[in-house]
C-alpha cells in the first residue's frame, strides 16, 4: 500500500559532488549542508571517508562534518568503503555510515577495487566494527537494474545480496540503479524478488535520471510500500565509476511530486530550491532539476 509518509535520504553532497568536475570549496559544501538542514530533510549524505587518490572531491569530508551545524531531526551520514574509512568517520564524529556493494562484478572492481565477494567480507568488519560503536549502518547495492559493464542483472542476485548485506546488519538497502537505465516496467521484477527475502521496510530506492524515468519508478515503487527514496538537490549527480551516470533523481521534483500526492516528507520545497539554487551557482552547468529550471524562470 502506498505510504501516506515518505523519507528523504538527500544524496547531493556527496552523490552529487563527487562527480562535478568543477571544485567546490568546503565551505560552500558546508554552506549547502546547512542549506539543506534548514530545509528539514530528514537525513542528508554529507560525503565519503573513501580514497582521496580515488575520489578528490571527498577529500575534506572530515572538514565538512566539523563545519556543519546538526539540525535536531536531521541524521547526518557518510560514505565509507573499509575500515579505514569507518575509523576516520568515528574520528570527525559520524553516528550513520553506509557502505556500498555492487550486484556485477565488473563495476565492484572498478569502483572498489575488490569482487562482490571480498567486499562482503569487508563489509562484515565494517559493520561489526561500526555497530560496536554504536553506529547505524546503511547499504547501497549498485547497478541493481542494469550495469555498465554487464547489462541487464537477474532480480535474483539482486534479490540474494540485498538479503546477505541484511544479514551483516544494516537497517536498510538502498536498491540503486546507478547508471539510470531502470524504467517502471522493471520496478515490479525487482521489488517482488527483493521483497520476497527483505522487508519493505528495510528497503529504499535509490535512482539516478540519466534517462528520465526516475519519478515514474518512484510512482511504480510506491504502490509495493516502499517508504524512503533518495534524491539529490537540483538533480546533481552520478558515479565516477559508472561512465554516462547522470544527475540522481532530483530531490525537488520528488518533493513536488508527493507533494502533489498528498504524501508528506516533512520537506520545505522553498527552502530546498533555495539551498539547490546555491549550489547551483557555483558549477559550470545549469542544474538538471525541471523544478529547479522552473523556480529560475518563474
Ligand atoms: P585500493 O587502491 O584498492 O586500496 O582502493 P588500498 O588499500 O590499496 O589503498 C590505496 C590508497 O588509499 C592507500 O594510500 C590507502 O591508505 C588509501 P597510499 O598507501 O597509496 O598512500 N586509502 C584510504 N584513504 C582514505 N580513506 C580511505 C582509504 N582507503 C584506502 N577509506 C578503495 C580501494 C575502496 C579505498 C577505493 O577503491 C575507493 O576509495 N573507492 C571509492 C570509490 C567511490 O567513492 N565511488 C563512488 C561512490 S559509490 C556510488 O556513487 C554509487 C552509489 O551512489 C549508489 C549507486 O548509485 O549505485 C552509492
Ligand atoms: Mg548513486
Not at 547505524?136 to 535474483?156: I, N, W
Not at 524512503?228 to 565516477?240: E, I, K
Request: glycine share 10%.
Amino acid at each position: 500500500m502506498t505510504p501516506r509518509r515518505i523519507t528523504i535520504v538527500e544524496v547531493g553532497p556527496r552523490d552529487g559532488l563527487q562527480n562535478e568536475h568543477v571544485s567546490i570549496s568546503t565551505a560552500d559544501k558546508i554552506e549547502f549542508v546547512n542549506r539543506l538542514s534548514a530545509a528539514a530533510l530528514p537525513v542528508i549524505e554529507v560525503s565519503a571517508f573513501v580514497s582521496p587518490k580515488w575520489v578528490p572531491q571527498m577529500a575534506d569530508a572530515a572538514d565538512v562534518f566539523k563545519g556543519i551545524t546538526r539540525r535536531p531531526g536531521t541524521r547526518y551520514t557518510a560514505l565509507v568503503p573499509n575500515l579505514a574509512g569507518l575509523d576516520r568517520a568515528i574520528a570527525a564524529g559520524v553516528t550513520e555510515v553506509a557502505v556500498f556493494a555492487a550486484s556485477t562484478e565488473t563495476f565492484s572492481r572498478k569502483n572498489i577495487n575488490q569482487s562482490i565477494e571480498e567486499s562482503l567480507v569487508t563489509y562484515k568488519q565494517v559493520c561489526d566494527r561500526a555497530l560496536a560503536a554504536g553506529l547505524r549502518v546503511r547499504a547501497y547495492l549498485s547497478t541493481a537494474f542494469g550495469c555498465p559493464y554487464e547489462g541487464e542483472v537477474a532480480p535474483q542476485i539482486v534479490a540474494d545480496l540485498a538479503a546477505r548485506l541484511v544479514g551483516l546488519g544494516v537497517f536498510e538497502v538502498a536498491v540503486s540503479d546507478t547508471i539510470g537505465i531502470a524504467h517502471p516496467g522493471q520496478i515490479p521484477r525487482v521489488l517482488d524478488a527483493v521483497l520476497a527475502r527483505v522487508p519493505v521496510s528495510e528497503i529504499a530506492l535509490h535512482f539516478h535520471d540519466t534517462r528520465g524515468t526516475a519519478l515514474a519508478n518512484v510512482l511504480a515503487a510506491l504502490p509495493y510500500g516502499v517508504g524512503t527514496f533518495d534524491g539529490s538537490a537540483g538533480g546533481l549527480g552520478g558515479c565516477p565509476y559508472a561512465p554516462g551516470a547522470a544527475g540522481n533523481l532530483a530531490t525537488d521534483d520528488l518533493v513536488y511530486m508527493l507533494d502533489g500526492l498528498g504524501i508528506e516528507t516533512g520537506v520545505s520545497l522553498p527552502a530546498l530550491s533555495e539551498a539547490s539554487a546555491f549550489i547551483g551557482a557555483r558549477l559550470d552547468h545549469p542544474l538538471p532539476s525541471r523544478y529547479a529550471q522552473a523556480v529560475k524562470h518563474s
